[in-house]
């Protein structure tokens, strides 16, 4: 009985040995997505600075005419208190200069180079708040960027056998 155990495997192995067979190789595996940490979201946008920048000019120019709004004895400069309206007010109401000298030109510029700076501001304001309204952008890496490298056995011609490299460079 233990010879014809024997005879078996040894008949088993001779037909193994003798008759071709094909092996097929495993089809390459991808490495799965390496696991990114929770990123926390993106800090939400503040105030641009076209808004900073517009209320700090604002401020800057009106403050002047609101200090000589509240210190002068015309009546026409109490419209100072307006403002960006204000300065543009006050010089439409300003008395005619008689017989062409005017004694008040320098307050008159003044007052269109206040009003200039003070529409740029509200301008800026503006701009800074309808700009506001979109969310920015911001860069992040659409992917894991560290070097990951598998090998894995792959098919090489028709009935070769090799292997491939995956991962990312």
Do not use: N
């Not at 204000?86 to 004694?103: E, F, K, M, N, Y």
């Not at 800026?124 to 659409?142: H, V």
């Not at 598998?150 to 009935?159: D, F, H, I, L, T």
């Amino acid at each position: 009985m233990t010879m014809s155990i024997v005879r078996g495997i040894a008949l088993v192995v001779a037909a193994t040995l003798i008759v071709p067979g094909v092996a097929l190789a495993q089809e390459p595996i991808a490495p799965p997505a390496p696991a990114t940490p929770e990123q926390p979201p993106p800090p939400a946008p503040g105030p641009s600075l076209w808004l900073i920048g517009g209320v700090t000019a604002l401020a800057f120019s009106y403050a002047p005419a609101a200090m000589v709004a509240a210190t002068s004895g015309l009546t026409v400069d109490r419209t100072l208190v307006v403002p960006v309206l204000g300065p543009w007010i006050d010089l439409t109401q300003r008395p005619a200069c008689p017989d062409g000298v005017c004694s008040d030109k320098a307050g008159k510029q003044l007052l269109v180079l206040d009003g200039a700076f003070q529409a740029a501001s509200l301008a800026a304001i503006l701009f800074g708040l309808l700009s506001a309204s979109q969310a920015t952008a911001t860069a992040r890496p659409s992917a894991d960027l560290r070097l990951t490298v598998r090998v894995a056995p792959a098919p090489v011609g028709v009935a070769g056998h090799g292997l491939v490299a995956l991962g990312t460079f």
